[in-house]
């Protein structure tokens, strides 16, 4: 039987996101499925530990809609540390920019295998430079993780 202990945690980075093909899924063509991926990095700042960097990589699904908002935002996340131990985590954001959204994290391998908790989380977009954006993130919550 494994002990698991509830800390505070706060996550803080950045990632190059590709917006890929923009397909539409309406008749009029109006709304449109968007598969956005990317990669960046992100530092992790658990309670009464020494910060953890990780690079990071994502995949999701948006409905972008024609007044620019989109809904039905979700996808999967993977962070790797420097010992090559993975976590991984759901986002779900269904209103996204009105509600931020959370992630939920899922498990993982090494260190991680078993974690479970959220963060609520915070995007923010940069300008775009071109057909890529910068996105910033940030959020605080719970992680579960055996001891």
Known sequence: ?????????????????????????????????????GKGVCRLQIEDREPVYMSTRFTAYE??????KIRDNHGHFVFLDSDGDKLLARWESP??????????????????????????????????LSEEEYIFFEGSGIIELES
């Open 1 to 37: 039987m494994s002990n698991k202990n509830a800390l505070r945690i706060e996550m803080m980075g950045g990632c190059l996101t590709d917006h890929g093909f923009h397909i539409p899924i309406t008749e009029n063509e109006d709304t449109e499925f968007v598969a956005p991926r």
């Open 63 to 68: 409905e972008l809609h024609p007044d620019g």
């Open 95 to 128: 209103r996204w920019p009105e509600e931020n959204g959370v992630l939920y994290f899922a498990s993982g391998t090494g260190k991680w295998k078993g974690a479970k908790g959220h963060l609520d989380k915070a995007l923010h977009v940069a300008p775009p």
